[in-house]
């Protein structure tokens, strides 16, 4: 599996001065251009560490590998757990280590998009480091953005973390198994995310067994007739 890794002075930071953030941001357009170009269409997947993000990129590529040539780029800091799970079911993984940032950014996107034939690829899964903050102020050119938040974050992870949401396209409440032991209502969850945006699209997972699935396929926009 190959690694790509931010050269020394490469990496953008949330705290970094507005002219590196219109960097990221034309960096991320010339990766769109590139997909467009490709016809690779990229979702970027977002959510908190241990909210179900693997598990759910796992069941999308069991679901749409046999319509569509995917591929992913797994975001972590420094391991390759996360991509050897989905390497393990089918996908060309990309590892992406940011090193200590806590998202990935255009710029390495880029350096993963140079080792894929995307020429050879119809969708590309981009798994964001765990986290509900900082990604939110760095596109990576993705066509699409997903949110992933589990019951087991509680009630009020939706509303303690809007901003996230207002470039999202799809919420993927997952866990949802375990919303009762949680004393956790999903409707209220999707209540609180529709009032952040009225068109978001909330579909209810549960990444283990792969209920909901079909419906995030279908929110997703990925046709697998």
């Known amino acids: 599996m190959k690694t790509v890794q931010p050269a020394e ?44 993000k693997t598990t759910l990129v796992q069941q999308l590529v069991k679901h749409v590998g046999t319509a569509h040539r995917v591929a992913a780029i797994a975001g972590d800091l420094t391991t390759t757990i996360d991509a050897d799970r989905i390497q393990d079911v089918g996908a060309q993984v990309i590892q992406a280590n940011t090193g200590k940032e806590c998202h990935l950014d255009a710029n390495l996107v880029r350096k993963a998009l140079d080792e894929l034939d995307l020429d050879q690829l119809d969708l590309l899964l981009i798994e964001n480091v765990g986290n509900l903050i900082c990604p939110g102020e760095f596109p990576v050119g993705a066509h699409q953005r997903m949110v992933v938040v589990s019951t087991t974050e509680g009630p009020y992870m939706i509303l303690k973390h809007p901003y996230i949401l207002m470039e999202s396209s799809v919420l993927a409440v997952n866990k949802i198994d375990l919303a009762d032991a949680m004393e956790v209502s999903l409707e209220q969850l999707k209540k609180d995310a529709l009032s952040v945006k009225s068109n978001l699209k909330v579909v209810f997972t549960n990444g283990r067994t792969g209920e909901g699935i079909p419906e995030l396929i279908q929110a997703l926009n990925i046709e697998i007739s």
């Not at 002075?9 to 949330?14: C, N, R, W």
């Not at 001065?17 to 979702?43: F, M, P, S, Y």
Request: charged share 35%; glycine share 12%; hydrophobic share 30%.
């Open 9 to 52: 002075g490469e990496t953008f930071d949330i705290e970094l001065e507005e002219n590196l953030l219109k960097q990221n941001e034309d960096l991320a357009k010339t990766n769109r251009k590139r997909l467009d170009e490709q016809g690779v269409h990229a979702i970027d997947i977002l959510g908190s560490i241990g909210s179900g």
